[in-house]
Structures are given as C-alpha cells and as structure tokens.
C-alpha cells in the first residue's frame, strides 16, 4: 500500500479550517464579488498561514503568498480577492476556502458582499447585506494526524 504524499509547501501546517461553501449569485457589469479572509494571532508566538481559494472543486490559483504568510502575537493577517461580473460570475456559482495555519492560535474569519464600480456596497437589492463567516463557522481539521495505525494482518505463529 502506497502513503499518501503531502505537498511540500503545506508540510509545514499543523491544521486547516474549511470555510462553508459561499454561493455567489450573478452579479450585472460594474460589479463585484470581494472575499475577505481575516486570522487574529490570540498566541503568543508568531504563526503562518496560506489561504487557497477553491471554485466548485477546482484550486483557481487564488492561492497566498505559499507559506511566506506570518501574523504576530496579537495581530491580524488577512488577503482579499475580488470578482468581476465579466470574469465569468453570470450565473450563480460555489466557492469555498481551505486555510491552513502552524497553530490554533490563528483564529480565522471570512466575510464577502459585491461592490459596485465605485467600491460601494450597492444600496439594494438581495446581493447588499454582506455575509460573515464567524470563527466558529469554519471546520478545523489535523493536517498530519498524530496517530497511524499499521495494516491489520495475520497474527504471528508463537514461538
């Protein structure tokens, strides 16, 4: 049985938060959809981070800075991407965000809302009041698990 590879540059993270899968509706020309993704550094020590952001099942390369991403003890870190109508958001579609950080003491919080071209949130309408993903809205996963149990297998013949 072959072991599963990790890529090298996520090694290095202890755990990832999945954030819920966002529906973003269709949006006219002049606007867009803008994501924010904030980690508050509650520790004492200052940790990593890399963001990816994932279209329906597909990494779009809305990835950070590869690990190069650090917040402080008792800072913030965040990154941001926004959406245009014209790149393809004419219909409602999905999107989700993997974060892997090097401790629990990076405390993730993930908001979106569209704009219009003058960087306003439009006045009306379903699309205006932004959506907030609170800390505890997002799933927390162990990126290597601490415990491998070896395949079961016959017993040995006793001596």
């Known amino acids: 049985m072959e072991e599963a590879q990790i890529d090298p540059i996520l090694a290095r993270y202890q755990y990832e938060y999945v954030s819920p899968v966002l529906e973003l509706g269709p949006i006219t020309a002049g606007q867009e959809w803008s994501i924010t993704i904030f980690l508050a550094n509650r520790g004492r020590t200052t940790e990593s981070f890399d963001i990816y952001m994932v279209q329906g099942g597909l ?23 926004g959406f245009e109508a014209s790149e393809g958001l004419a219909d409602w579609e999905v999107r989700w965000a993997r974060i892997f950080v090097t401790s629990k003491n990076l405390v993730p919080t993930l908001q979106y809302w569209v ?30 698990p601490s ?12 001596a």
Request: charged residues 10%.
């Open 115 to 144: 704009v219009d071209a003058g960087g306003q949130t439009p006045p009306v309408g379903p699309l205006a009041a932004p959506f907030y993903v609170p800390p505890g809205g997002f799933a927390l996963f162990d990126v290597h």
């Open 59 to 81: 990494h779009k390369g809305m990835d950070t800075l590869e690990g190069r991403n650090s917040v402080e003890p008792g800072h913030t870190g965040g990154w941001g991407v």
């Open 147 to 158: 415990v491998t149990l070896p395949p079961i297998g016959p017993a040995a013949p006793m």
